[in-house]
């Protein structure tokens, strides 16, 4: 799996998940401590998150960091 095609399924996952539970990239970024550009950024396939990051919007979220990063492959 390509970085491009790991960092889509991330993308989509964080969406389905704050749809989901109601978040705006604003209140997630105020309950991560992560910036709502940095939010903007993960949504946009343009920055991949830290570990740190990733476990901050899976307790953010209320959710495991499988349901967010799904790692089916390694990566390239």
Do not use: H
């Not at 996952?13 to 989901?20: A, P, R």
């Not at 997630?28 to 903007?40: E, N, V």
């Amino acid at each position: 799996m390509s970085e491009m095609e790991w960092m889509s399924i991330f993308r989509d996952n964080l969406i389905d998940i704050m749809d989901e539970k109601g978040y705006t990239q604003e209140r997630l970024a105020r309950k991560t401590g992560l910036t709502q550009a940095t939010i903007s950024k993960y949504i946009n396939k343009k920055q991949m998150p830290s570990i740190k990051a990733i476990v901050n919007l899976a307790y953010a979220l209320d959710c495991t960091t499988d349901e967010l990063i799904e790692f089916g492959d390694i990566i390239e």
